[in-house]
């Protein structure tokens, strides 16, 4: 699977941006969907994660309530709607791909495939 991700930008703390990640090489069917960022100087966090049919969904405490994480499968693509941002949003947001795993792996290592990561800016 090879995953792009896009939709990062420079936005004012209190903003929105929308982002995507498409997949190529293979259906997603079966494959959990993350999000993870990373911010300058720190690990790789999770941020959510949903299920291959796509109600099953699971956020990080800190992101919980302002972002969102959704699917198209017949897209073949995965969303992460981010609201009220803030200027600790600030990082390298990736998504990730795991077969037949679960809506609450949060470990790098549990994800199989990885998309190259758009940049978020927030500013104060």
């Known amino acids: 699977v090879q995953l792009q991700a896009s939709g990062g930008g420079l936005v004012q703390a209190g903003g929105s941006l929308r982002l995507s990640c498409a997949a190529s090489?293979?259906?997603?069917?079966?494959?959990?969907m993350g999000w993870f960022r990373q911010a300058p100087g720190k690990e790789r966090e999770f941020v959510a994660a949903?299920?291959?049919?796509?109600?099953?969904?699971y956020y990080a405490d800190s992101v919980k309530g302002r972002f969102t994480i959704s699917r198209d499968n017949a897209k073949n693509t995965v969303y992460l709607q981010i609201n009220s941002l803030k200027p600790e949003d600030t990082a390298v947001y990736y998504c990730?791909?795991?077969?037949?795993?679960?809506?609450?792996?949060?470990?790098?290592?549990?994800?199989?495939?990885w998309g190259q990561g758009t940049l978020v800016t927030v500013s104060s």
């Open positions: 990730a791909a795991a077969y037949s795993g679960s809506v609450y792996y949060t470990e790098t290592s549990q994800y199989n495939f």
């Open positions: 090489g293979r259906t997603l069917r079966n494959y959990i």
């Open positions: 949903i299920g291959w049919s796509g109600p099953t969904t």
